[in-house]
């Protein structure tokens, strides 16, 4: 009995390791950045493109660097600009989202120390596929210029 419950265990943690690989393989990451900061900043943005072959969802988002971490959105109401912490981002199959300024972005809230250029950040994803199953991603943003406005070489889009 104990030989058959061995491999019967090891087939069910293999199968768990490849479900986790397909939702990590089916999303992309590309260009993670994080605006620089000046001393006693408390908060700064970081800003990304996202992809998925199947679709996915972003439901969370966390960073050592900052006690809380939250997705944000940019947007003009009238002739007003607003920003507002959104709970859920949609990553339609096949369609890259670009969180830059002004637009989506996430929000790295009370630092733990000021970012300066050079440095890099980790961030972890709460990603959740298809089956509603929800896998953490990590990244590792670069901190670029507190000035930086955009990537280099890549314009804002939705």
Do not use: N
């Not at 900061?37 to 966390?62: D, N, P, R």
């Not at 949609?90 to 969180?99: D, F, N, T």
């Not at 630092?111 to 596929?129: A, F, H, I, N, Y």
């Amino acid at each position: 009995m104990k030989g058959i419950r061995t491999p019967l265990a090891l087939a069910a943690i293999v199968a768990g390791v490849w479900t986790t690989a397909a939702l990590a393989a089916d999303v992309e990451v590309k260009d993670a950045w994080v605006r620089g900061t000046v001393a006693g900043q408390q908060a700064t943005g970081a800003f990304m493109e996202i992809s998925s072959k199947s679709g996915a969802t972003i439901v969370g988002a966390a960073s050592s660097a900052a006690a809380l971490t939250e997705m944000h959105e940019m947007r003009m109401a009238g002739d007003v600009m607003q920003m507002r912490p959104i709970p859920r981002l949609e990553i339609p199959a096949g369609k890259p989202v670009r969180l830059g300024p002004g637009g989506y972005h996430l929000m790295l809230i009370d630092l733990k120390q000021p970012l300066k250029k050079g440095d890099s950040v980790p961030l972890t994803l709460q990603v959740e596929g298809a089956d509603k199953k929800i896998e953490a991603i990590t990244v590792k943003a670069d901190v670029r210029d507190l000035t930086a406005t955009a990537s280099p070489g890549g314009e804002h889009k939705h």
